[in-house]
């Protein structure tokens, strides 16, 4: 199975709104994304998690808040979002490995994104 | 910061044709990936290619890398309809090679 899935498609929230965004992988990768995406521009990196753990947080504002609750999982967790937050987030999985203390890069397995609309 | 940017940035060709996009690069990489999104939807990992390596072929892609011009390009032979998204080269960054960085894109129209 080499699926990523995201749930919800779509999402619509006010800026006093509380929701989540959800992303699940079974191809046991160890390293898991998550990217912003506004039209017409490539995806940007926000977080990424290996072995559960955050490894890189790109400088993002804290009313997103991920989470990885097991090695399948991946949670961001929205709160008090400003309009200029609306894009498609996706989220990623690649393999992590550390051989002779390089980490290799793989590639990255995306979902079909969640578009996200903040009112 | 940006680390690889395509050329062109946007090409229209009829199907049936080949397409040829291109991506420089600028500091020293492991691997190039190639990656097409279709409107709206996640990206599609195309192919890998390694620093040691000059030329790969998957299907009808044909992917080469050029270290010593820190270039790649992607050819697309006999392209479809069906080929028509947005296709992106990405390069890890230098010290955190778990992360990528994309370039900005090139559209490509692939006209029936």
């Known amino acids: 199975d080499t699926e990523v899935t995201q749930t919800p498609k779509h999402l619509v929230m006010g800026m006093t709104n509380k929701k989540s965004l959800k992303c699940e992988q079974h191809m046991g990768h160890r390293a898991m994304y998550w990217y912003k995406q506004k039209a017409k521009k490539p995806p940007e990196l926000m977080f990424v998690?290996?072995?559960?753990?955050?490894?890189i947080n790109e400088s993002v504002p804290s009313r997103f808040s991920p989470e990885c609750p097991n090695s399948s999982l991946l949670n961001l967790h929205l709160h008090a979002l400003q309009p200029e937050d609306s894009a498609l987030y996706l989220c990623?999985?690649?393999?992590?490995?550390?051989?002779?203390?390089?980490?290799?890069?793989?590639?990255?397995?995306f979902g079909p994104g969640t578009r996200l609309t903040v009112t | 910061s940006q680390q690889g940017e395509e050329d062109p940035q946007a090409l229209s060709i009829q199907e049936g044709e080949n397409a040829t996009m291109n991506c420089s690069y600028k500091t020293s990489i492991n691997n190039l990936q190639w990656y097409r999104q279709n409107s709206g939807r996640g990206l599609v990992h195309l192919i890998l290619?390694?620093?040691?390596?000059r030329e790969k072929h998957s299907g009808r892609l044909r992917v080469t890398l050029d270290t010593s011009k820190k270039s790649s390009s992607l050819l697309i032979t006999a392209s479809r309809a069906a080929d028509t998204a947005s296709y992106f080269c990405?390069?890890?960054?230098?010290?955190?090679?778990?992360?990528?960085?994309f370039g900005k894109g090139i559209t490509l129209s692939v006209r029936p």
């Open positions: 290619i390694r620093s040691n390596e």
């Open positions: 990623a999985s690649s393999q992590f490995l550390i051989l002779a203390g390089v980490v290799p890069t793989y590639e990255q397995y």
């Open positions: 998690y290996s072995y559960e753990k955050l490894s």
């Open positions: 990405a390069t890890p960054i230098t010290g955190a090679n778990s992360k990528l960085t």
